[in-house]
């Protein structure tokens, strides 16, 4: 089945044009990360991205394909060498030498510069044409996050709210949280299990932690980092929890599917933050409080026809009928029917098991090969991490409503740019704002979170 290395050698074809062989050999580089001693914290962010895409050296492996030097530091070998500087205002990434501040940076921002100085080095041992644009020197002003004052260091509360999903974003996201001081009960909704390519984007699992359940192998993982939140899993959808629990009034969303968040959303959730990525080219943030004449989750992510070509490759593939893929998860039957269409399949191994999951699982191994599971990407470690970063952020901000605005596209290759937010309205054909176009739905609505 998929390999990290395969997973990062997909992703890096698809953006180059290239075969996977190709960029199997592109990816085995070597970055040495040399750190002003206060930097320390920094290295260790840009180094562990670093690790799940290409190779982190040590001064006594020889000669690197890149030095990456963080603050006044002197460079341990003869180069080529990237530098970074930063500071409380931002970060400056250059091939030239730079000018340093002696300031402390707090730890959410260091670790949304890491994503970026990644993405340089990356993009310099790489070395491509075809990569998404990245100019140097590249510039990241924390005034363009529009981070509340004060929030960073202000604890708070975080009950009430539940992640929904503990994939890539998911780990990126409690690897943000991490750094703000936040307590309470967290609960993490996840039915899926950890695959064998998950591990070169999700911070907190390792190979070991392959077959396992994502939602408690997330919560044992992460939960040293957070002595004062409470980390409860639950292997199951977020339709299974609410229809246990009751209504949620927060939903962290990090699924990675359109239907997923579409069905989310028809839970009616009084507060929705939520982040996605689009291969390795776009992080999308996305929030609304209920009730909203604003875009809902649902109008974010509505039906497109290539969810229809997505469905039917996959049940063609599969050997099953359409309305199965529709399901979201492989049940007995279904199991079945798979394993008689392909033999190398052990049937009680993907019961209940995503289909997307399992058909991204055969196109890697080439058992399968359309157009359709060759787009199933998944992108590069430190696209995943700037997400949850960015999540975090939008939480903070709807936190001490600062959030008047409901999307926002970043560029992970490039400095994010606050005047791109935007407040999208609601899609006419959004199913779920469709039905709360009826009088009694609406007033349903309101009567459950007018008052919150």
């Not at 340089?120 to 491509?128: D, E, K, M, N, T």
């Not at 993982?221 to 409470?230: G, H, M, R, T, V």
């Not at 960015?390 to 926002?408: F, K």
């Not at 009826?438 to 349903?444: I, K, N, P, Q, S």
Request: proline content about 7%; overall charge negative; hydrophobic content about 45%.
């Amino acid at each position: 089945m998929t390999t990290v290395g395969q997973e990062n050698a997909r992703m890096l074809a698809s953006l180059l044009g290239i075969d996977e062989a190709d960029a199997a050999e592109r990816l085995d580089r070597t970055v040495l990360v040399t750190a002003a001693p206060g930097l320390a914290a920094a290295a260790g962010e840009v180094e562990d991205l670093l690790e799940r895409t290409i190779h982190a050296a040590r001064p006594s492996q020889g000669k690197p394909d890149l030095e990456l030097v963080l603050g006044p530091a002197e460079p341990a070998t003869p180069g080529p060498h990237l530098y970074a500087s930063l500071n409380r205002r931002g970060v400056i990434v250059d091939v030239e030498p730079l000018r340093h501040l002696d300031e402390d940076v707090h730890p959410l921002l260091t670790a949304l510069a890491a994503c970026h100085i990644t993405a340089a080095a990356l993009h310099q041992v790489i070395s491509s044409s075809s990569l998404p644009r990245l100019g140097l020197p590249l510039s990241v002003d924390f005034a363009e996050l529009g981070i509340p004052e004060g929030s960073l260091n202000t604890p708070f509360d975080i009950s009430g709210a539940v992640l929904v999903g503990g994939g890539a974003v998911g780990n990126g996201f409690l690897r943000a949280l991490r750094h703000v001081q936040v307590r309470g009960t967290l609960p993490i909704v996840d039915p899926k299990v950890v695959g064998e390519g998950n591990p070169n984007r999700c911070l907190y699992f390792t190979n070991d932690d392959v077959n396992l359940p994502k939602a408690p192998t997330l919560a044992q993982a992460a939960q040293a980092d957070f002595p004062e939140l409470k980390l409860v899993p639950h292997v199951c959808t977020f339709g299974e929890l609410v229809a246990r629990t009751g209504l949620v009034d927060t939903a962290i969303v990090t699924v990675d599917s359109r239907r997923a968040r579409r069905s989310l959303q028809k839970e009616i959730p009084r507060r929705v933050i939520d982040a996605s990525t689009t291969d390795a080219r776009a992080v999308i943030v996305h929030s609304h409080s209920q009730p909203t004449d604003g875009a809902c989750l649902a109008c974010i992510y509505r039906h497109v026809p290539d969810e229809h070509a997505r469905e039917r490759s996959i049940a063609e593939g599969l050997g099953i009928d359409i309305e199965m893929v529709r399901e979201g998860f492989i049940t007995a039957d279904a199991a079945a029917r798979i394993a008689k269409s392909h033999p190398s399949v052990e049937m009680g191994a993907i019961v209940g098991k995503a289909y997307d999951t399992l058909f991204k699982e055969l196109c890697s191994a080439q058992a399968l090969l359309t157009p359709e599971g060759r787009q199933v990407l998944a992108p590069f470690a430190f696209v995943s991490a700037l997400a949850g970063v960015l999540l975090v952020i939008e939480l903070l901000r709807s936190n001490h409503r600062a959030a008047v605005t409901n999307y926002w596209t970043v560029d992970p290759w490039r400095a994010p740019i606050g005047r791109l937010r935007r407040l999208r309205p609601r899609v006419p054909d959004c199913e779920f704002c469709a039905d709360c176009a009826d009088d009694d739905a609406r007033r349903l609505v309101h009567s459950l979170w007018s008052g919150a």
